[in-house]
């Protein structure tokens, strides 16, 4: 029977199934944060430790300010207890750790591709939501609980309830100024944050084939904006190029295996999925968010929906309701938007093409409003760095920070003052989600650039024709 590439994967990690249709697989690799105590505690409290350390990696992200060079440049006690407490527990139980100042430290869903931990074929897990990222290799990946985390810690397996399958399918490339960034708001706008809710979706088609690794990855992260449970797409050509001499990635006859067995793993043809959706990559514009779910996106060249027009009651109000909270008007173009602050970073957007494309826009032009581009990680930053970008960003009035998770969560010093209105290559624009009653519209990097430019939400292909 033609098997779906999740399907493929799902089988080759099944340890048992239950009657009740609960079924243990095997975790081939965890990635760990700060944030994870909660499962070191539970395995602690209960004695255990954790089963496989070597298939275990783990770096401090979401409570690391990104000023911080060291625990102790941390000036907030409780901050620098939580990246303490994660030195002490990675040392303790053995795993591949990345402290601060590890060269190879960073957001985990930027340093699981970048080491080669995210490989085509395996299923990772992490306490994140966001590890749908790695399905960009051809994973199944997605984020579990602090008690699943504690589960893995102590058995490297996971009870799981097989989800419904999805494919996405975006035909033909989209055009010029338009990026991953772009295709993934496109689609949550077409299915609705809601639309892959209980699914794993695999994206497919010569619209999504034609990007490159990076901007994959940042298709597949915000998968779960959708609702969805893990986002895939099929390993090529680019995704073996990709993966090839990366630190834990197989070598030798083993990468020869790899090959072999990555090449089985594309859906086969006829596969069914539970649910199809359908999009045209050239109908894509850069894109911008005007409310408080990523499911409001607009075409920069859009203006901001009016309840009046919606006639469903409880959508008219959710639309009232966002455009009271974002503090703009029906009927407002996108592009009269003012932009208050701009945030450029996160797992979503802070890979070394993010950063090139935004520097890119930046290069020769000043911002005039304060903009913050933060690294995903160390080998990210040092790029930047060789390639002169962090000057492009200064020399534009930029700031330049440290790699982590910064203003994407805001768990930190990196939030932004109360009522603000900031253009975020984050992935997640809910109320307060960047400080108490901050405005959060999502953008790729290169339009976060532009508003930081310009001051307000800017089409990047009319100010690159303007070079
Ligand atoms: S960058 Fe944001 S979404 Fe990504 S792991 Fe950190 S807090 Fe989560």
Same mark, same amino acid.
């Given at each position: ?212 690794? @990076?901007? &994959? ?9 959708? #609702?969805?449970? $893990? %986002? !895939?797409?099929?390993? *090529? ?76 009651? @409880?959508? &008219? ?9 974002? #503090?703009?008007? $029906? %009927? !407002?173009?996108?592009? *009269? ?76 010093? @990196? ?53």
């Amino acid at each position: 029977m033609a098997k779906s590439m999740f399907e493929k994967i799902w089988d080759d990690h099944v340890v048992v199934e239950r009657d009740d249709g609960q079924t243990l697989l095997y975790v081939d690799r965890h990635l760990c944060h700060d944030g994870s105590f909660q499962g070191y505690y539970t395995l602690n409290s209960q004695g255990r430790t954790l089963r496989r350390p070597d298939l275990t990696w783990g770096s401090p992200d979401h409570y690391r300010p990104t000023d911080a060079q060291s625990l102790n440049d941390i000036s907030d006690p409780a901050l620098r207890e939580k990246v303490a407490l994660f030195d002490k527990n990675a040392a303790e139980s053995g795993i591949h750790y990345y402290g601060l100042d590890s060269e190879k430290m960073g957001v985990v869903h930027v340093i699981g591709p970048e080491l080669g931990i995210t490989l085509p074929g395996i299923m990772l897990v992490c306490g994140d939501s966001h590890t749908a990222t790695h399905g960009a290799l051809g994973a199944f990946a997605f984020g579990i609980g602090a008690s699943e985390v504690a589960h893995v810690m102590a058995t490297q397996t996971l009870w799981q309830k097989k989800p419904k399958s999805m494919r996405i399918t975006v035909n033909g490339e989209v055009g010029f100024g338009v990026t991953g960034k772009d295709v993934i708001l496109a689609i949550i706008a077409k299915i609705s944050a809601a639309g892959a809710a209980g699914h794993v979706v695999e994206f497919a088609g010569s619209g999504i084939t034609a990007l490159s690794m @990076e901007e &994959r990855m940042t298709v597949c992260n915000m998968t779960i904006e959708a #609702g969805g449970r $893990a %986002g !895939m797409i099929a390993p *090529d050509e680019k995704t073996y190029a990709y993966c090839k001499g990366r630190e834990f990635a197989p070598a030798g006859e083993k990468w020869d295996r790899a090959i072999e067995y990555w090449k089985t793993l594309p859906s086969d043809p006829g596969a069914v999925f539970d649910k199809e959706v359908t999009l045209n990559g050239a109908d894509i514009a850069p894109m911008v968010t005007w409310g408080n779910s990523p499911e409001n996106g607009l075409p920069v060249t859009g203006a901001v929906p009016d309840p009046a027009n919606e006639p469903d009651p @409880e959508k &008219r109000e959710a639309i009232q309701g966002a455009l009271e909270y974002m #503090g703009i008007s $029906a %009927g !407002m173009q996108i592009s *009269d938007i003012a932009v208050d602050q701009v945030y450029i970073g996160s797992c979503t957007n802070g890979r070394i093409e993010d950063l090139r494309a935004a520097a890119a826009v930046a290069k020769g032009r000043k911002a005039v409003v304060a903009a913050r581009v933060v690294p995903g990680s160390e080998p990210v930053r040092r790029q930047a760095v060789e390639e002169g970008l962090d000057k492009i960003f200064l020399e534009a009035g930029f700031e330049w920070r440290l790699p982590g998770c910064a203003s994407c969560l805001c768990l930190n010093d @990196e939030i932004f003052a109360p009522g603000t209105r900031t253009a975020s290559t984050s992935n997640r624009n809910f109320m307060g989600r960047q400080g108490e009653r901050v405005r959060t519209h999502l953008v790729s990097p290169a339009m976060a650039a532009a508003a930081a430019i310009t001051g307000h939400f800017s089409d990047v292909r009319d100010l690159a024709e303007d070079k």
